[in-house]
């Protein structure tokens, strides 16, 4: 036993990565040309859209919208 | 020795403020090193109860300091945690202080009514360790009958309602097992079933043949993504363990995108392990030499866990600590190496992690692969890690590059 109570400890979060949204490899979040398809991953492909990722993505984004609001 | 599963669901999944924070969310116990099975490839090399294990008032002031610091679940495993007698008095005390607990076990000899009796006392869910069909397993788990006595005490659990997970080690020898395997523990009543690879520690470095290498990753993990469908067709959600990974072209289907993406190991950030002993650790499986974070019978937890510089190495995310490929990586900043335990194990530094399929897959575009080579046998001590050498060679002519698309 030490005489004070220790700081809290303190850390840091992961960074938030997004699916690009033409090859659905993860990116970092604001990435513009995908490092793997080389391709605006911003841009919305048929398959991203067909394939419920983007419902998926806006549910994650409110998500850590709120988290961060009551971070 | 194995790392816990149940589905990461709300309790477990870590927030903004756990990590900024560093809550200790998840705790996995090595409630005693004693077990009733000889596994060729057990890391802690369990078998006899450690020489001081904490007695159960000691146990139960554990339980009450990881409380106050914000534990949500806590895993008991061993050796093989029901062979203390106190075993259930820990499940109880550990459900009273609001914290969920769950069990890891071989299901050897643990009747049904001891698994009532545990359900009874507040176990929320058995994680049942198979290795492989019956000749695999009973010889991986060195136990003749075992095989037959894991899938009964899942039986149990469907019978009882208590949710029941597999946990599988991915060896050298069990991937093609892996299709009939995945059949016969749906029908005996899993719902969840994580795999991980078996990591050179303890046993399995004496046994080392049975490690994967690294460029069979090209296999298993298409191989993982059928069976992760096929699965959920039949209500199993097959989980990837903490050395599973990374950023391949399936960690879309596993971890996300509902799901999340992996964040990096959590050992001493949000996870805690103990030893039976009372020595702390940031995840149960790392070596204790260089891992040991002091012990809870002489140290406040809280202080342990907030100053100790063998909990600190994942805390403030940097990338100083990677080598080799993982240094140069692109997801270097949110992957950190994947499962501190797997890269440090086999290289004796943690930050080079050879079972990545991001990694694999690269280095095949380019005609690479990697194999492990022992170069030094581990010492006869639980968690003891030997040395193994990393060998880049070409790929053989005719072998085919799987460079798959990734899946939606």
Partial sequence: ???????????????????????????????????????????????YRDGGYLAIETMQRIDRAVERRQG | MTEPSLDDGPRRRLSLRDQIDCVPVYVVWETTLACNLKCVHCGSRAGHRRAKELSTNECIEVIRQLAELGTREISIIGGEAFVRKDWLTLIRAIRDHGIDCTMQTGGYKLSREM????????????????????????????????????????????????????????????????????????????KYWQVQLTVAMGNAVDNDEILLQPYELTTLMPLLADLHHRGRERNLLLLPGNNIGYFGPYDVLWRGPDRGYYGGCPAGQNAIGLEADGT?????????????????????????WATHPALQ????????????????????????????????????????????????????????????????????????????????????????????????
Avoid at chain 1, 11 to 40: I, K
Avoid at chain 2, 361 to 377: C, F, N, S, W
């Fill in chain 2, 280 to 304: 702390l650790k940031g995840c149960p499986s790392l070596a204790t030499q260089r891992y040991g974070a002091g012990n809870v019978r002489n140290t406040p937890i809280a202080e342990l």
């Fill in chain 2, 115 to 190: 698994i009532g009796s545990a359900a009874h006392a507040g176990l929320l869910g058995l994680g049942v360790s198979i290795d492989g069909l019956q000749a695999l397993h009973d010889r991986l788990r060195g136990v003749p009958g075992s095989f037959r006595e894991a899938l009964r005490v899942l039986d149990d659990c469907r019978s009882l309602g208590l949710i029941a997970s597999v946990n599988t080690q991915i060896t050298a020898t069990v991937m093609r097992e892996l299709p009939e395997l995945m059949d016969v523990i749906i029908d005996a009543g899993a």
């Fill in chain 2, 313 to 408: 190495f994942n805390r403030n995310r940097g990338v100083e600590d990677l080598w080799g490929f993982c240094g140069s990586c692109y997801y270097a900043e949110a992957c950190r190496g994947g499962c501190t335990w797997t890269a440090d194990s086999l290289l004796g530094r943690r930050g080079n992690n050879p079972y990545c399929h991001h990694r694999v897959l690269t280095l095949a575009e380019r005609g690479i692969r990697e194999r492990i080579v022992k170069i030094e046998d581990a010492p006869s001590l639980p968690f003891a890690t030997g040395r193994f050498a990393l060998v880049e060679e070409q790929i053989p002519v005719g072998q085919p590059i799987s460079v798959e698309e990734p899946c939606a």
């Fill in chain 1, 1 to 47: 036993m030490t005489g004070l109570p220790a700081p809290p400890p303190q850390g840091r979060a992961a960074p938030v990565l997004v699916l690009c949204r033409q090859c659905l490899h993860y990116v970092f979040e604001g990435t513009v040309h995908c490092p793997h398809c080389g391709r605006d991953s911003r841009e919305i492909s048929a398959r």
